[in-house]
C-alpha cells in the first residue's frame, strides 16, 4: 500500500471510528497531553470504563475503534493512533511490513475462543475436513493464524483451503448464508456465534496458540508520551484486575457497551481469562514461534528476530 493510499484508508476508516475526549475542558486542552487510544470491539475501552479506571487523567483520550487488528495496525503505521491492543499474530504481520511499533505490555489468556466456526448444520467434524474448503477471516488476523495452525496440524497445507479474506461482519454473513465453508475468527465475535446459535467450534486455539496479545505503541508515541503510556498501561492492568473479581459487573457492563447479549459477553470474558504478565524469555520465544510459523508458511518474506520488537522499559505491576 503506498503511503497516500495509506493515508485515504486511514481517514476513511478513521471518519467512522468511535471517538471520545477524556475529559477534555475547553480551556485547557492545549495544555494536556493528548493519547490517541485504538481499540478493537469489547477492547480496553470497555474495560476501563467498567472499571472506573478513567478517573483522574492527567492527560486526555482520544478513542477510535476498529473492527479488526489489521485496520488497527495500518493506523498504527500512519500513526493516526499511538497505541493500541493487538495479537501475537497480527503484530507479526505489521512489523514484517516497517511499521514502526513495539510491544509495552502483554497478556495471556486461553486460546479457546480463537476459533475456526462452521455452521450448527455442517458435516464437518474436523480440521482435516477442511480440505478444498472456503474459510473467511482476516489477512493478518489471529483468525488467519488458527486458520494455518489449525489445518498443518491436521496435514493439510495453506493450498489446501480457500481462504476469502472478509472483515468480521461480512465473514459471519458469509458463513451464515452458506457462501463460505467456516469462519476463522476470535472473542467476542466467536461467543456471540455460538450463543445466537449461528455456529459451533470446529477447531480452538488452544493447544495452537500461546494466547499472547500486547499492548503496543508506535515508536514516535513511545519518544514523546512515555509517562502517559506508563499511566495507560497500568490503568488497564488495574482495570483487568477489577474485572475479575466483579465478572457478572463486568459482564453485564461490556454487554451494554459493545451492545451484545449478556450471555455472550459473560461467555467470552469468563473464559478468556485474561492476564496480564511480564514481558520474559517465554513470552519472546512464543511470540518468535509465531514469527518462525508465519515464515515457514509463507505468508512474510523474511525470517523475523522478534526480540527487538518488545519495549522491556515499561512496567505492568498497575
Do not use: C
Not at 456465534?193 to 505503541?217: M, N, Q
Amino acid at each position: 500500500m503506498t503511503q497516500a493510499s495509506r493515508r485515504r484508508f486511514i481517514t476513511h476508516t478513521l471518519a467512522g471510528a468511535t471517538s471520545l475526549a477524556l475529559p477534555a475542558p475547553a480551556l485547557h486542552a492545549q495544555s494536556r497531553p493528548v493519547l490517541k487510544a485504538g481499540d478493537q470491539k469489547g477492547g480496553l475501552r470497555a474495560l476501563l470504563e467498567a472499571a472506573g479506571s478513567l478517573e483522574g487523567l492527567s492527560y486526555d483520550i482520544q478513542w477510535s475503534e476498529f473492527p479488526a487488528a489489521a485496520p488497527l495496525a495500518e493506523a498504527l503505521n500512519a500513526e493516526a493512533v499511538d497505541s493500541g491492543p493487538i495479537g501475537d499474530a497480527p503484530l507479526i504481520f505489521a512489523l514484517a511490513a516497517g511499521t514502526r511499533v513495539k510491544a509495552i505490555g502483554a497478556n495471556r489468556s486461553d486460546a479457546y475462543g480463537t476459533a475456526v466456526l462452521v455452521r450448527p448444520d455442517s458435516q464437518l467434524k474436523t480440521a482435516a475436513d477442511l480440505k478444498g474448503k472456503s474459510i473467511a477471516t482476516n489477512r493478518g488476523s489471529i483468525g488467519h493464524y488458527i486458520t494455518l495452525k489449525a489445518i498443518t496440524t491436521a496435514g493439510l497445507k495453506p493450498e489446501d483451503v480457500n481462504l476469502r479474506f472478509l472483515a468480521p461482519a461480512d465473514a459471519k454473513l458469509a458463513l451464515t448464508q452458506g457462501s463460505v465453508d467456516a469462519w476463522a475468527t476470535w472473542e467476542p465475535y466467536t461467543a456471540l456465534a455460538e450463543t445466537s446459535g449461528h455456529a459451533r467450534v470446529l477447531a480452538s486455539g488452544r493447544g495452537l496458540l500461546p494466547g499472547l496479545s500486547y499492548l503496543a505503541a508506535t515508536d514516535a508515541a513511545i519518544a514523546a508520551k512515555r509517562p502517559v503510556l506508563q499511566d495507560f498501561l497500568q490503568r488497564v492492568v488495574r482495570a483487568q484486575r477489577w474485572s475479575y473479581r466483579n465478572v457478572d459487573a463486568f459482564s453485564a457492563t461490556l454487554a451494554r457497551i459493545i451492545g451484545i447479549p449478556a450471555d455472550a459477553a459473560k461467555l467470552q470474558f469468563e473464559r478468556r481469562q485474561q492476564k496480564w504478565v511480564a514481558i520474559d524469555a517465554r513470552v519472546i520465544a512464543d511470540q518468535q514461534g509465531t514469527a518462525d510459523f508465519y515464515s515457514q508458511v509463507g505468508l512474510i518474506k523474511q525470517p523475523l528476530d522478534v526480540r527487538s520488537t518488545f519495549d522491556l522499559s515499561f512496567s505492568a505491576n498497575g
